[in-house]
């Protein structure tokens, strides 16, 4: 048994299912259309019937099948009604809930590394994707900073790194993807020419053209288009007053190396978080220090001030705009991370990644790499 969403089938896919038939007939459970928009925050590029189609064509396939469930484990019901003998997964697909839905059920799990058919360039699905070459960018410490109706209380700092495009981040999951659909509409598919900062500011204008209602804030385009890691410090104008910032090889792998993202949904429909506002100076002054002290835990390499900082600008957004964590999230971060690491944020205030530094290696979450 295989599953996947198939979206864009090209030849990586049909490795795994070559590979995937020395181990005997090839069932494969493509995700239902809806369940792929509520874990990627967008539809599939062809439909669940066509997706089983194209599966169901390739030779190596004995049977192409809709899974049945929702979630990251939509294939669950389909395994215990199946009872096959072994369940495959490629090493970029591999999770501790696959791992111990095998074990419930007697299954063999069996993680193949990705290789390309002799002759041919190894492919993904994401890599598939011309947008791909464009970066995204990551927001650490002290979002919301760069709006002035926050900053005007109390100038403060975000940190934002520029990260490869190594996996297709979620829409609607606080990774900036909007703004990059606004920048590939200027520039294509490739990363720009010359001054990034200026770059960053045609990027702003661009998506916020006069008479906007809201304004997206300047974080997002200057961490898509500035390289490595940035400090921008905001005193209550959209544009920061200041930019630092460091593409420091030793630095920028370091931190490649500590930052762990684990998935959560995306923001629901309609989510609004300043539907209430608590703009107490004290919040702030706390929010803006965490993107400084941020900065200056990673610029010292320090996995626990890193950690900290980070849940300082969590915490602070919980008390300004209570609705930007809902309670489910928040239950989520005092269950399972406060209590085992030094701290976690999440990409989107109310879903998207949570995202969590630690020295040692956990399974199941992805990894990116700084763009310097």
């Known amino acids: 048994m295989v599953s996947g969403c198939y979206d864009l089938l090209h030849a990586g896919h049909v490795a795994f299912f070559k590979t995937a038939a020395q181990y005997g007939k090839v069932h494969a459970y493509v995700g239902q259309d809806q369940n792929i928009k509520l874990l990627k925050g967008k539809a599939p590029y062809f439909s669940q019937e ?29 395994l215990k009604v199946l009872k096959p003998d072994i369940f495959l997964v490629n090493s970029d697909g591999f999770t ?10 007697g299954v063999e799990l069996v993680v193949l590394e990705r290789i390309p058919e002799d002759g041919l360039p190894a492919r993904s699905s994401s890599g598939s994707k011309k947008e791909l070459k464009f970066p995204y960018r990551v927001c650490l410490a002290g979002g919301w900073m760069d709006q002035p109706w926050v ?5 403060g700092s975000v940190v934002v790194a520029q990260i490869w495009p190594t996996l297709d981040f979620n829409d609607r999951s606080g990774m900036a993807t909007s703004s990059r659909k606004v920048a590939m509409e200027l520039w294509g598919d490739e990363y720009p020419g010359g001054d990034p900062v200026r770059n960053a500011q045609l990027l ?4 916020n053209p006069p008479g906007s209602e809201y304004i997206s804030g300047s974080q997002d385009h200057i961490g898509l288009l500035v390289p490595g890691l940035s400090r921008i410090d905001y005193d209550g104008k959209y544009w920061p007053a200041h930019i630092e910032s460091t593409v420091d090889k030793e630095t920028c792998e370091w931190l490649s190396s500590v930052l762990h993202f684990a ?8 989510y609004n978080p ?18 400084e002290v941020c900065y200056e835990a990673i610029l010292k390499k320090d996995v626990k001030l890193l950690g900290e900082s980070m849940k300082d600008t969590f915490l602070c957004w919980n008390e300004m705009l209570p609705y ?22 999440t990409s989107g205030s109310g879903g998207g990644y949570i995202i969590f530094p630690s020295e040692e290696k956990i399974e199941g979450t992805i990894k990116v790499k700084i763009r310097y």
């Not at 900053?151 to 100038?155: D, L």
Request: with cysteine.
């Open 263 to 270: 998935p959560l949904q995306p923001r629901p429909e309609g």
């Open 324 to 345: 930007t964590v809902p309670a489910w999230v928040m239950q989520e971060m005092e269950t399972n991370y406060f209590p085992k690491y030094s701290g976690a944020i």
């Open 96 to 105: 501790f809930e696959k791992k111990q839905l095998c074990e419930e059920n």
């Open 274 to 291: 300043i539907l209430s506002k608590n703009l107490d100076p004290k919040i702030i002054k706390r929010l803006g220090k965490s993107g």
């Open 50 to 78: 066509e997706r089983k189609y194209m599966v169901g064509a390739v030779r190596y396939v004995e049977k192409a099948n809709v899974a049945s469930g929702s979630g990251m484990l939509d294939f669950e019901t389909d």
């Open 151 to 155: 900053s005007e209380k109390h100038p």
């Open 204 to 207: 702003f204008g661009a998506e």
